[in-house]
């Protein structure tokens, strides 16, 4: 349970900013290197690698280097974790929403 | 265009923090008072009326005032702003592998 509470917060936490949301944009359409992530986010090569590291931390990215060049990649397991909080948010409302409906028809009859 | 991009940071910051999702989360289940939010969260009335003012702004949480009783409510337009947000890269990462392996095959043939 713990495992699974440390995920989301791995995945929601690295969400939370700005810059790693646009890496997470730019991956979603294709593979790219490090140097061409960084061009046009304006930021650092160094700057880019850190946000990867939380990107990657969290399962939403994932790098591999051949020779000199690192690619990286969109993982959709992270994707996947964060989907799933926010349905069961919704699900847990939408039951409650049920159960006061089913309540008031109750009182009616 | 820049008043969509401003919303989803608003979301996902605000989920970004591990007390708003923990106040997120204790919503779906129900609304409660600001008082009865702050007990089981071990935080003060003060903070949590800080994250609730975050959350509001986000869209995810509505709060409504009757007498000296702040209730909140989950709100779920905040959820949705998220969930699209998601939904989007999922789906702009599985055309890309569609394509990807379109690709392979007519090179195949």
Known sequence: MFSHRAQVHR?????????????VERLSTGAVSVSSLAKPL????AAVVQHL?????????RT?????????R???????IAER???ERRSQWERRLDR???LLESEET
Chains 1, 2 share one sequence.
């Open 85 to 87: 909080w926010i349905e």
């Open 42 to 45: 304006d930021i650092s090569v």
């Open 11 to 23: 995945v929601f936490h690295a969400l939370g900013d700005p810059t790693r949301r646009a890496i």
């Open 53 to 61: 590291q939380v990107l990657e931390r969290s399962g939403l990215v």
């Open 64 to 72: 591999t280097k051949v020779g000199r060049v690192r690619t990286c």
């Open 74 to 80: 969109i993982e959709p397991g992270g994707l996947t």
């Open 100 to 102: 006061l409906g089913a």
